[in-house]
């Protein structure tokens, strides 16, 4: 017999509990740095002494911040069509390539998943040093793309995964080349994982900061190197505010992932 919430008697109330105490350690640093953002006084101070939102109106009228802002921006969207390009034949290569082949690829492709990220921050940053690629776009969206790519392949191929290619055959068997049956059918019908990929490339490349350090100069930073550099100079409100709109549009995201996941199901 399936396990029902209504059939679990004293262990539901348990399993409620649990959850609430999971919710809160998981929720709370993330409300505690958005309180800090509305704090009136100078210094960071917990609870907030007096509430204020000038640190906002100081945030967004700072053109270093706007600049380190509209860097991520750039770099975030470049990575992510990027990871589309790259990402959608990749998945194709190990969801209907050779069957010897496919599991030495995915492997390949889904190392930077399982390794630490300063190991690869220091490996990129010895490459693309002699490479003279640090402190630019490319070297940035580079670096992005190696953290970036797996979970693009990952979602793409999971979608091409749980497609029906006889809909495919059928184009064929009507006519269409195999690339045209590809092009409108397949891959409008996986569009959903496409932009889900999309979606999380965005977000890695937006949120990511250990890689970023590496790749930075002081002409060019990303808003969270920015977030990081302030931290170690200046311990104002003014970085919470920052971290809580960094936080907002990570939210809008996943609320688009996840309206992405209702549309799939």
């Keep these: 017999m399936l396990l029902s919430p209504t059939g679990m008697g004293w262990g539901r109330s348990a399993l409620a509990l649990w959850t609430a105490l999971v919710s809160a350690v998981l929720l709370l640093p993330i409300l505690f740095v958005v309180a800090l953002s509305f704090d009136g006084s100078r210094w960071l101070a917990f609870p907030p002494p ?24 750039a770099i975030a969207t470049m990575v992510m069509v990027a990871s589309v390009l790259l990402g959608v034949p990749a998945a194709f290569a190990i969801v209907r390539g050779h069957r010897s082949g496919r599991a030495a690829i995915r492997g390949f492709l889904m190392m930077p998943m399982v390794m630490p990220v300063i190991v690869i921050g220091v490996a990129l940053y010895a490459v693309f040093l002699r490479l003279h690629l640090t402190g630019g776009y490319l070297g940035f969206v580079l670096a992005h793309l190696v953290l970036a790519l797996p979970f693009t392949i990952l979602s793409v191929a999971n979608a091409l995964a749980g497609f029906d ?9 009507c006519g269409a080349s195999p690339v045209v049956a590809v092009l409108r059918v397949t891959l409008p019908s996986i569009a959903p994982g496409i932009l889900a990929g999309a979606l999380f490339a965005f977000l890695t490349s937006w949120d ?5 350090i590496f790749m930075a100069n002081a002409d060019l930073q990303t808003l969270p190197v920015r977030v990081w550099a302030a931290l170690r100079l200046d311990l104002s409100p003014a970085v919470a505010a920052v971290a809580t709109l960094l936080l907002a549009v990570s939210l809008a995201i996943l609320a688009g992932l996840a309206f992405i996941g209702r549309r799939r199901a």
């Design 165 to 173: 290619r006889a809909i495919e055959r059928a184009a064929v068997i």
């Design 50 to 73: 007096t509430w204020t939102v000038r640190w906002y109106s100081q945030v967004l009228a700072d053109p270093e911040w706007l600049a380190a802002a509209g860097h991520s921006l």
């Design 208 to 212: 990511e900061v250990v890689v970023s």
